[in-house]
């Protein structure tokens, strides 16, 4: 039996106002980074190229300089100078790598949690049982567990308590603003968040489960309660996805696939001025998932 074909795509001019909503918030940073609308241009120029010459080659035949050209509207010359380049990616850091893999052991491993979930205290070194030592040893052994604490105490990942054990900071699941790991999760995160939401408009019935609970009209006091109950309620549902990957991660042979839950949460006390529509009086809205 053959697969159904992929629905056709929305209207161009379908697309134009929740693409200005999304891309807003990005413009916004791009304008306090000082990436200008000419340096914007030259990126997207070779990733319109790139998207063409390999996500919409047709089977068995050559891509060529002018298909490229007809499908993205850009000039065969400057077609011929792009193809090949590659698109921009965003590699792993060898920080973000090694961190991510040792705090998802320490909060998802039984040795390294506490009965009701909760990463354990941990002793530097330890005669028996579980220690920082061991735990950074369960995940490489091509690092110093006193380098890695080092590290990890001036970044403030981890803190020391009264009895001198390392204790797991709120700080090592939320990056610092504007590093380099934020940034490479803001790259990651975001692509998947929206790959999945495009994977279910083009595809014939929707393949990622992609929601959202959403009230508008609150008062600023119930919408920051409720921020704060969901970040009870998302952290919880991270944990325990992270538990269960973990745990089944110990007997899975490997290969080249990868899988990724994430979960948002995002308030404001008005839309953006620029964004509002003409002042309307309406019931206030049911609850949308």
């Not at 934020?182 to 994977?199: E, P, S, W």
Request: some cysteine; glycine content about 6%; proline content about 9%.
């Amino acid at each position: 039996m053959s697969e159904p074909n992929p629905r056709l795509p929305p209207d161009a001019g379908a697309l134009q106002a929740p693409l200005a909503r999304l891309l807003r918030p990005l413009v916004r940073l791009f304008v306090r980074s000082g990436i200008t609308f000419p340096a914007l241009t030259d990126l997207l120029r070779e990733l319109y190229v790139n998207v063409a010459e390999y996500d919409f080659a047709l089977p068995g035949k050559d891509q060529t300089d002018s298909r490229v050209s007809l499908l993205t509207g850009i000039h065969r010359k400057e077609v011929r100078r792009l193809r090949g380049a590659g698109a921009p990616v965003s590699a792993v850091p060898a920080a973000v790598s090694r961190t991510s893999r040792i705090i998802a052991r320490w909060v998802a491993a039984p040795d390294f949690t506490e009965a009701d979930g909760r990463p354990k205290a941990l002793p530097r070194v330890a005669e028996s049982g579980p220690s920082f030592e061991s735990l950074v040893a369960s995940v490489t052994r091509d690092l110093r567990p006193r380098a890695v604490l080092d590290e990890w105490l001036d970044r403030g990942l981890v803190t020391l308590d009264a009895e001198e054990r390392i204790v797991l900071a709120e700080a090592a699941f939320v990056p610092s603003g504007g590093g380099s790991q934020q940034l490479y999760y803001f790259g990651r995160n975001l692509h998947d968040h929206i790959a999945a939401a495009v994977t279910n408009i083009l595809e014939e019935k929707p393949r990622f489960f992609e929601r959202a609970v959403h009230y508008d009209g609150l008062s600023p006091e119930l919408a920051r309660r409720l921020e704060g109950r969901a970040r009870e309620i998302a952290m919880e549902a991270l944990q325990q996805a992270n538990r269960e990957a973990h745990a089944a991660c110990e007997t899975d042979p490997g290969g080249e696939a990868r899988w990724n839950f994430g979960i948002y949460i995002y308030s404001e006390d008005a839309p953006q001025a620029s964004m509002q529509a003409p002042p309307t009086v309406a019931p206030r809205p049911e609850p949308k998932a």
